[in-house]
Each structure stands twice: as structure tokens, then as C-alpha cells.
């Protein structure tokens, strides 16, 4: 096979190279020659002036905005990027403010149980009128702290969007006055005149959260008792506008009290201010009260607000809106009626079976059951009170501790519905638990109890709940 020469082939490319070269020299003229023709142009003034530098200029004015427009869009993101953090600090900071209002709740209600529980059991016992009347005070006061801790707790559920309200059929009318048999004793004791103005035509059956109502209620009469020395209060119930889905209802509790200095009246229903915080104001309170009917009056689509003269008086109003109800929804939501003691059951003692680790605790519940007519077993932890279900003691009703040591209460309670599993037996389970932040009564319920009550508790509330889930066959015809 012949090879090429060397020289012939770097000749061929050299002549190759100098014909693309002259190519080249031929193009750049012809390119000079056509953007001399588009560069150059006559405008109005007949002043000769560049398209292409124009569009040159154009173009570096263009790339500086782009730059700055990257500039500020790598500071927008680092920006967000420094808001992502701190938002995710705040969510941190709310968790664990959350976990401590729960620890807190749970700590300070299980020693208040041992208070407000013995002091009702003392009240039940042979005292001289001195010790009826020291006792009572006690009682007053433990009642009055667990108010202030409600508030907090309910507070920091407002502020956390986790306050939730109930749609039941009640009576309203019937709610109101079982509120105010609570306070009345308070009013009669201050000698203050009462007044109560409720038109007989206000329909009275209502879809809505009576507790919630009952909650405005209590926090804007009783401070109208609170700040008042002689004198009366007037309660004023009117309709705004009703309707087949709706009816506004408007109330006004107006006292001859104190009353509230101009300045402190826009700020009354901030959260945490009173309208008297000098260090010789005479009534105490955490400043919540307010705050708290505020937002509840709006959750439940209304409002609230007052009008006051210093050193004669106030006028505390709200609006609230329900749905309307029918009788028969009533009837079938209406709680069971607490009976006068004592009580029993008429076959047999109710069989409790208390499932609580607190010593003090055990001893007020135990003490509550016996007063009610109730045999009290008492479990530690819930591995003992499965041993003790799986014996051949009887028990009727189980209430249940939740935070417990060696097992749990959530965990006894699913093992018991496993046992359970594939028989017709259910034995009624209730939480008795110093957990009461939102989410706790569903957890008690999703681990398979059937009620929930929450330290501390009074001994009408224990008798509602063992009147609700007692046997039938335990009873004859219930609690007399």
C-alpha cells in the first residue's frame, strides 16, 4: 500500500487553511458591511447615533438589574431562610411551653384533689360551727385557686387555637339557673339585691356548648358579686335576631360597684391587665377572666364589652349565637340530675375498683366511694389491677389513673379490651386522671376508657359518674 508524502499532505492542509482564511476575511466584510448598514440610522433631529451601541447599553443596564434583582433574591432567601429558623424555634418554644403547662397542670391538680376532696369529706363529718366555718374557707380557697389554674390552662389553649367548643341540645334558661344556684349563696351572703329580667318568650332550646356559656357567665357575674359591696345586681336577657338556623342572644349583668376608671375600661379585656394593678388594689385575680369570656363570646359568634362610671357602677354585656332545638333533641342530651345524700343502691354496694398510685389520693377517693355506698378496692398500678380483674372478685366500674408507675393506666386499659376481645363482657372503664389539657380525654377514650373525669373532683361528680355507668342489674331503681 502506497503511503502519502508527508510534505504533500501538510502543503494540501496549509492551501486548506489560507482558503478558509480568505473565507473568513470574505464574511467579516460582508458582516461589517450589513451592520454598518443596521447601525447606522438618521433620527428626527437628522443627529447620526448608534442602534447596536444603544442596544449594547441597553443590554449592560439589563445585566446590572438582573444582577441586583440576584443580589436581593439571594438576600430574600437567606431572609426566609432566617425566618424558617425562627419560626421553627417559636414552635419549639410553644411545644415546650405546652409540655409544661401539661406537667404543671398534671403536678398541681394531684395535690389540690387531696385538698378540695378531704375538705369535702371533713365537711361531711361532726364539726363544731367554728370548724364548718374554717373549713369552709378552706374549701372557698381551694376552689378559688383551681379557678385561676382553669384560666391559665384555658388561656394557653385559646392562645394555642386548641380551645374547642361542643354542639349538645340544652335548655338555656334551665343552665342559667343552675349557674346561678352556684353563686347565689355568694350574692345572699353580701346582702345584694338581685334582678333578673328574662322575657318568657325567649326561645330557650338551643344547639351549643353550655359549658362554654355557663364559663361567660360565671366569670361576668361573679365579678359583678366580686366588685360590689351593697347595692344590686340586674341580669338582662334579650333576642337580637333569630332565625330557622340561628339565634343571637344579647346579656347584660349591671351592678352598683366599684366601677372602672376611664383609662382602664379600652384595656379590660387584654389578657394578664387589670383595671386596678396599683400594690394597694384590694381585688386580686390573674387578669384572665376577661380575656378569656372575650374569646369564647367570639368563638361562639359574638362579643363582648362593657360600659362603666367610676364609684357607681358597671354594665357587662355579651352576644352569643345558637342553633335552635328541638324538645326532644333536649330530653335525649339532658345530664342526670344530682339526687340529695345520702344515696345507695338498692340491691347491692356498687363494686369500685380504683386504679391510683397517690396515697393521698386513694384515701380521698375511697373515703368519696364509702360516703356514696360504695366497696373501694384499691390497685397501685394497673398490672395489679389486671391481676385483680382476672380473680374471682367482682367489680362493677373501674376508674382508672393514667401516669402510673410499673404500668400505666392506657396501657392496663388496652390490655383489659384485649382480654375482653371476642366475649360480650365490657367492664366500664373512667379515666380518673390530673391530665386536663386538650387532646387528654380523647387520648383516655382512644386507649379504650369509656369516660373521662379529671382531678380535682367533688363528690357530685363522682355520683354523676357512677349513677351514669352502673350496671343495671346492680341497682333497683338507682340512687334514692
Not at 359549658?211 to 365579678?223: C, K, P, V, Y
Not at 380521698?364 to 398490672?383: I, S
Request: with cysteine; aromatic share 6%; hydrophobic share 40%.
Amino acid at each position: 500500500m502506497n503511503q502519502a508524502n508527508p510534505d504533500t499532505a501538510s502543503d494540501l492542509l496549509a492551501a486548506r487553511c489560507a482558503e478558509l482564511e480568505q473565507r473568513i476575511v470574505q464574511l467579516e466584510k460582508i458582516n461589517h458591511v450589513l451592520m454598518d448598514r443596521v447601525e447606522r440610522d438618521i433620527d428626527a433631529q437628522g443627529n447620526s447615533f448608534s442602534m447596536f451601541q444603544g442596544a449594547i447599553a441597553l443590554e449592560s443596564q439589563v445585566k446590572e438589574r438582573t444582577l441586583a434583582l440576584q443580589q436581593t433574591l439571594r438576600k430574600l432567601e437567606q431572609t426566609n431562610r432566617e425566618l424558617q429558623a425562627s419560626n421553627e424555634a417559636a414552635q419549639q418554644a410553644n411545644r415546650a411551653k405546652s409540655a409544661f403547662l401539661a406537667a404543671m397542670s398534671h403536678e398541681l391538680r394531684t395535690p389540690m384533689n387531696g385538698v378540695v376532696g378531704m375538705t369535702e369529706i371533713l365537711l361531711n363529718t361532726q364539726l363544731s360551727s367554728a370548724q364548718q366555718h374554717y373549713t369552709r374557707i378552706i374549701q372557698r380557697s381551694a376552689l378559688s385557686l383551681l379557678r385561676i389554674l382553669n384560666d391559665i390552662l384555658d388561656f394557653s389553649k385559646i392562645e394555642a387555637d386548641q380551645l374547642q367548643t361542643e354542639m349538645n341540645a340544652f335548655d338555656l334558661r334551665q343552665a342559667f339557673d343552675n349557674n346561678l344556684s352556684i353563686l347565689r349563696p355568694e350574692i345572699d351572703s353580701k346582702r345584694l339585691e338581685l334582678s333578673i329580667d328574662w322575657p318568657a318568650e325567649l326561645p330557650v332550646l338551643v344547639h351549643g356548648d353550655a359549658l362554654r356559656f355557663t364559663q361567660i357567665l360565671t366569670n361576668l357575674i361573679g365579678n359583678a358579686i366580686k366588685f360590689t359591696a351593697e347595692g344590686f345586681i340586674s341580669i338582662r336577657a334579650r333576642v337580637l335576631n333569630h332565625d330557622a338556623s340561628s339565634i343571637e342572644y344579647h346579656f347584660e349583668i349591671t351592678d352598683t360597684g366599684v366601677g372602672i376608671k376611664p383609662e382602664a375600661l379600652d384595656l379590660l379585656f387584654t389578657p394578664f391587665i387589670q383595671a386596678d394593678n396599683s400594690t394597694t388594689r384590694k381585688f386580686g385575680g390573674t387578669g384572665l377572666g376577661l380575656a378569656i369570656v372575650r374569646r369564647l363570646c367570639r368563638m361562639m359568634g359574638g362579643d363582648c364589652g362593657a360600659s362603666s362610671e367610676y364609684g357607681k357602677g358597671s354594665c357587662f354585656w355579651f352576644t352569643i349565637k345558637f342553633k335552635p332545638a328541638k324538645l326532644s333533641e333536649v330530653i335525649q342530651t339532658q345530664p342526670l340530675k344530682v339526687l340529695p345524700q345520702p344515696i345507695s343502691f338498692r340491691s347491692r354496694q356498687l363494686a369500685v375498683l380504683l386504679v391510683e398510685d397517690d396515697s393521698i389520693n386513694q384515701e380521698v377517693a375511697t373515703a368519696l366511694l364509702e360516703m356514696l355506698d360504695c366497696h373501694c378496692t384499691v390497685a397501685a398500678n394497673g398490672q395489679i389491677a389486671i391481676d385483680l380483674l382476672q380473680s374471682p372478685s367482682h367489680f362493677d366500674l373501674v376508674l382508672m389513673d393514667c401516669q402510673m408507675p410499673v404500668m400505666d393506666g392506657f396501657e392496663a386499659t388496652r390490655r383489659i379490651r384485649s382480654s375482653e376481645s371476642g366475649s360480650s363482657r365490657h367492664m366500664p372503664i373512667v379515666a380518673l386522671t390530673a391530665n386536663a389539657m386538650v387532646g387528654d380525654r380523647e387520648i383516655c377514650l382512644e386507649s379504650g376508657m369509656d369516660d373521662f373525669m379529671s382531678k380535682p373532683f367533688q363528690l357530685n361528680e363522682l355520683k354523676e359518674m357512677l349513677m351514669k355507668w352502673c350496671p343495671a342489674g346492680s341497682m333497683a331503681d338507682g340512687f334514692e
